[in-house]
């Protein structure tokens, strides 16, 4: 069981909104800014596509959005696009513990 | 360009000890945690740990009897030993830099299976 939890699907047509969450405690989610999102394609490695809660790697589009309330951060992504097919995983800094993963979610492009 | 490279075997028999090292290209090993998560095949992401470049070691609670890591700042390398291995450490390895907000690099992974 990961410590983070994520829904295990997500999914949307091309254009619209989607938003998947991450639910954490006070320990983790809760407790600091250091919440991550990574996107993973079939075969591949990991990619970091926000960090501290909200900020973008450059590089990264501007379609993909961080917020955070309470225990819960969220990951939006807009306009989808059929690229943006793929797994994506929250993390956080979780104090002692330093670094907890979600079980992922497996978004589908419609 | 940073650029990270896992090497090491890819089949270690139950009860041996697993050990993987990571390269490190196009940069320095100073100023930076490095670290090492898994996935088992089909499954999410575990964070075993990771070491600040000066040698101070941070472990997952569930891995921290088995996991050793290490860095070697002369070569620009970092590597893992995970002792008494079963069939539940198969996994793809990934070494991964850590720059104090998230694992901004990652190398391209290697499977490890546990078997006999």
Redesign the interface.
Known sequence: Q?ALTQPPSASGSPGQSVTISCTGTSSDVGGYN?V?W?QQHPGK????MI??VS?R?SGVPDRFSGSKSGNTASLTVSGLQAEDEADY?C?SYAG?????????TKLTVL | QVQLQESGPGLVKPSETLSLTCTVSGGSISGYYWSWIRQPPGKGLEWIGYIYYNGNTNYNPSLESRVTISVDTSKNQFSLKLTSVTAADTAVYYCARHDGRAQDYWGQGTLVTVSS
Request: proline share 9%; glycine share 14%.
């Open positions: 990961s250091y991550s990574y490695a990991p990619k970091v960090y501290e900020k790697p995983y993390s002692i513990t330093h670094v907890v993963f979600g079980g992922g």
